[in-house]
């Protein structure tokens, strides 16, 4: 479901988050017309499955997960690899704002974000950037 009204409309936001914090943080800027991109990897977000009472059921997902990424699109990427992280690159380029909550260096690893300032902000200077941990 894409909301196209809210105070966020016409606002977009790549997510990296997982578990709690991040998606709930998306969640809420998706609830107010944002567009929030989470950006996955393969295996997918490690609370998709468990949880808030896990899948299972007859669910495919835990409640916890559906309830913290309601509203947003979703992309699966292996930022482990050059041409996902090119992906990766040219969506935060387009975008608003990064939202992320890996553990702590861990983007960085990634070659997602350099320096402190994503690698492509030089050329998108209004990108925002929100990092959490925990």
Known sequence: MKMTSGPLAGIKVMELAAYITGPFAGQVLADLGAEVIKVEPPEGDPFRKGGGGGAGAGRAYSPA???NNRGKRSLTLDLKKPAARDIFERLVRES??????YRHGVAERLACLRCG??????KTAET???IQSG
């Open 65 to 67: 997960y559906v309830g």
């Open 96 to 101: 608003d704002v990064l939202l992320q909550n």
């Open 117 to 122: 300032r994503h690698r492509g902000a030089a």
């Open 128 to 130: 925002h950037r929100c």
